[in-house]
């Protein structure tokens, strides 16, 4: 049994960590953290097993019950938390965006390498069903040689972002391309392998202190433009995926239902968890000839299986870290090549 903690019990913790950890048989959920005293008592009722402690300084000082920490904290603290387990001999997962900067994270991984620990970055977004079944259509070559990959994540959020994000600048890890970019890369990255080009386009258009509509277009060594998309200020939306090749065409609309299963009380397990209603699957095909698509099913609990072989030391874990300082150095060449001076954005 894996004894874990939980850092944080906003939307990280809340919905994408403890309803897996509690699901799986290979672990325990013993510590959540939270210095939020709405969210203690949310954490207590939903999972009563579990001690609610109101700091890291707590948790670090139980090190000893605790196998592995699961970091869901707003990213500037994510450095210095994971540091922390680490050198208290703790693996350590975080979530994605993974540090600030491609510098702490490289630093990072290597701590972790010395420390003889587990670090990885939750990229869930590997195990969308959408994303899996375009990883099937491009490896099976029913696309032929892809040319052109568009990807979208468009929220319609014109209040702006909420609690820690509104407040949260671009050097401290805030912004739609750290929120949402770091899947869109990772996934295009995971499609079509290494990038040599990057342009992009960043504006903030809302109230928030960084970027809320970006796009970002990478030039893949293997020929392929990744298009990427992502938008809080989308009041209507465009298709998630629109892929194009030299043999067919793939469009898909609508999000993968996960993690708004989740968020609405669903727990992993569940009777059609992950699986796309009808009317969301995509369509494959040329002009005047095409078929429905059946998506794969959305499994984020996948993570958290393959992860606990990896702590026993009998596998790779599910990310590799520096894949995430790669993700990381193409949003900073991004950031890199806006038209923007000293890091403000045009309203």
Do not use: C
């Amino acid at each position: 049994m894996i004894r874990a903690a939980v850092a944080g019990f906003g939307v990280s913790g809340r919905v994408f960590h403890a309803p897996f950890l509690e699901h799986d048989a290979a672990y325990s959920l013993d510590f959540i953290v939270t210095g939020n005293p709405g969210r203690a008592k949310q954490a207590a009722e939903k999972y009563p097993n579990a001690t609610v402690l109101s700091g890291p300084a707590e948790l670090f000082d139980r090190a000893a019950e605790i196998d592995l920490v699961v970091l869901g904290t707003p990213p500037g603290t994510h450095a210095k938390l994971a540091t922390a387990a680490l050198d208290a001999g703790l693996h350590v997962v975080v979530d994605k965006p993974f540090v600030p900067s491609s510098e702490q994270g490289t630093a990072l991984v290597e701590h972790a390498r010395r420390a003889g620990r587990v670090l990885t970055v939750f990229q869930n977004r590997r195990w969308d069903g959408d994303f899996r079944t375009v990883r099937k259509l491009v490896d099976s070559g029913e696309l032929g040689e892809v040319h052109t990959f568009e990807s979208r994540f468009e929220w319609w959020k014109p209040q702006g972002p909420r609690d820690w994000k509104a407040r949260t600048t671009a050097a401290e890890g805030g912004g739609i391309l750290f929120d949402l970019g770091t899947h869109l890369v990772d996934q295009a990255v995971q499609l079509f392998g290494p990038v040599e080009r990057v342009w992009a386009d960043l504006a903030r258009l809302g109230p928030g202190e960084a970027e809320d509509d970006a796009l970002v277009v990478l030039g893949h060594a293997n020929g392929t433009r990744s298009r990427l998309s992502m938008s809080g200020l989308a009041a209507l939306p465009a298709p998630r995926f629109h892929v194009l090749g030299s043999k067919a065409g793939y469009t898909k609309w609508g999000l993968d239902p996960q993690e708004s299963a989740l968020a609405a009380g669903a727990r992993p397990g569940d009777d059609g968890f992950g699986v796309e209603p009808r009317e969301n699957w995509g369509t494959l095909g040329v002009r005047g000839d095409t078929r429905p698509v059946e998506p794969e099913r959305g499994d984020y609990g996948e993570f958290y299986r393959l992860l606990a072989p990896a702590l026993a030391g009998e596998g790779e874990p599910p990310v590799d870290p520096a894949d995430a300082v790669d993700v990381l150095r193409i949003l900073e060449r991004a950031h890199a090549r806006t038209d923007t001076e000293e890091g403000e954005l045009s309203r």
